[in-house]
């Protein structure tokens, strides 16, 4: 079952896509970022927002974590315990393909959350588009507006604290679970746990790890969002703050 079939969004979803329309009738050819804390429902937003916004648009959803650079060289460069900060994703290809995909289709590296790496197989060729939603982590503030490696809108998605560690806590048992019948997954090495200590585990990984870099990296960029989005527990989304004027 996908994520978008277990955690459909219940509401707002429209209001949020009229408002997209209209900024890409001042932008055309937008290159949208959409970025928020881990386990917020980054990938499942970018997948209602493409689903309202065609047919009338070509959309194009695509992932940052694929930028991430492999599990090896983190752990070679003692950054694997800080895997998802800014400085564990390649910033210099993902501009590249950003300034690349705006004129020609690129390829876009895919990641799989059952090895927990970038896979080449996943790789995916994006076209350039009415509207490019490149979802995930890995952006930085824009020092200058207009630039064609850096995206045209910012979209942060907030919600409750108390939420996203809940909702991180599920997602992290569920990988759990699926890795039961799957040796090749990263979540294989901790199937010698019990349920309780595995979520004793994940909430070590949220605190140690997810949530300093929340409020170190990814909650910042809330302030330089041109458009806040808050989800609440029951998943539905509110725009709480515009501030998109076009250059």
Do not use: C
Not at 18 to 25: A, G, Q, S, V, W
Not at 42 to 69: M, N, R, W
Not at 86 to 91: F, I, L, Q, S
Not at 163 to 168: C, G, K, V
């Amino acid at each position: 079952m996908s994520e978008q079939a277990r955690f459909p969004m219940t509401g707002g979803i429209e209001g949020l896509a009229d408002r997209l329309r209209d900024i890409h009738r001042q932008r055309p050819g937008l290159v949208m970022a959409l970025t928020g804390s881990v386990a917020s429902g980054k990938s499942t937003l970018a997948t209602h927002l493409e689903q309202s916004l065609e047919p009338g648009l070509e959309v194009e959803t695509v992932s940052t974590d694929g930028f991430l650079f492999m599990t090896e060289y983190l752990r070679e460069n003692g950054l694997f315990e800080r895997k998802g900060f800014p400085e564990t994703y390649d910033y210099a290809a993902m501009q590249k393909a950003i300034a690349s995909v705006r004129q020609v289709p690129t390829a876009f590296p895919g990641y799989s959350h059952v090895t927990f790496d970038p896979d080449p197989a996943l790789t995916r060729t994006i076209q350039p588009s009415d509207i490019i939603i490149l979802e995930g982590l890995g952006f930085r503030p824009q020092n200058h507006a207009g630039r064609i490696e850096d995206p045209d809108l910012l979209i942060y998605l907030d919600a409750d604290l108390a939420d996203i560690e809940t909702w991180f806590l599920e997602r992290f048992l569920r990988f759990w679970r699926a890795a039961e019948h799957d040796p090749t997954s990263f979540y294989a090495q901790f199937r010698h746990m019990s349920e309780p200590e595995l979520i004793a585990f994940a909430k070590s990984v949220w605190t140690g790890i997810n949530l300093p870099n929340l409020e170190q990296n990814i909650l910042p960029m809330m302030a330089h969002a041109d458009l806040v989005v808050k989800k609440d527990a029951s998943h539905a989304i509110t725009i709480v703050e515009d501030r998109w004027t076009a250059n």
